[in-house]
């Protein structure tokens, strides 16, 4: 019997990716998707996507998706307390494993094992431990495309935002930058993938600097 799963969704490329990796697997039934946005703002969290391009996603993947508001600012004892609602709610849905993104950050696995525990809900990571120089090519290589909503500014270039993710912008990047931004060096958007109907279309728009980071706003456009 397959175990019920629902994805972090984030709306970039790695919890895209994640989730196609699951769909070519017989051990899961992958029930939805859940992302956290800011409350305030109306965009998704660090991605800074608005909220329509989010449900479109859900719509091309065809996946239900939850969304959990998150107040801004947040403490850590808000954020816990809130998405501790949320697990307690998809445990009475009969959720068993929560999928996640993550390449290699210790801390960041080691808190989501921690946050889960005692839940009955199992962390399952698709992508931990895959050289991230290769999965970057890999997913482009699949038709996998995104653009750059954010950069880090401290660590890579403000010049980078509202890029397209290519093999261009693999090549540009310098040494010091994971290729899949694992260190937070930089977040996208995915307009298409295997796992959509078809793409979303899009524009980027202006590129504003808040609060030590730049971000390119990316607008939902209508097809010909």
């Known amino acids: ?5 629902m994805m972090s969704w ?10 196609y990796q699951l769909q070519q697997q017989d051990e899961y039934e992958i029930i939805g998707l859940f992302c956290t946005i800011n409350k305030k703002f109306a965009r998704t969290a660090m991605h800074a996507v608005r909220v329509e391009l989010l449900l479109e996603q859900a ?17 850590n004892e808000q954020y816990a307390e809130i998405m501790q609602e949320f697990i307690d709610q998809i445990t009475a ?3 068993e494993c929560c999928a996640f993104g993550d390449l290699f950050l210790e801390d960041i696995r080691q808190y989501r094992v921690t946050q889960l525990q005692g839940t009955g809900i199992e962390p399952v990571f698709p992508l931990w431990g895959e050289p991230t120089d290769q ?7 699949a038709g996998l495309k995104t653009v750059i909503t954010c950069v880090d500014p401290k660590q890579l270039d403000a010049s980078f935002v509202g890029r397209e993710y290519t093999e261009q912008f693999l090549n540009d990047l310098p040494d010091s930058v994971d290729p899949c931004g694992e260190n937070g060096e930089f977040h996208s958007f995915v307009f298409d993938a295997p796992i959509f109907k078809q793409p979303i279309a899009i524009e980027v728009t202006e590129v504003v600097e808040r609060e030590g ?12």
């Open 1 to 5: 019997m397959k175990k019920k799963l």
């Open 10 to 19: 984030s709306t970039g490329k790695d919890s895209a990716w994640s989730l």
């Open 59 to 75: 719509k091309q993947i065809g996946l239900p998706l939850d969304i959990i508001e998150i107040p801004y600012p947040c403490s």
């Open 93 to 95: 849905r009969g959720v």
């Open 135 to 141: 999965l970057g090519r890999k997913m482009i290589a």
């Open 213 to 224: 980071f730049v971000f390119a706003d990316v607008i939902s456009v209508n097809r010909p």
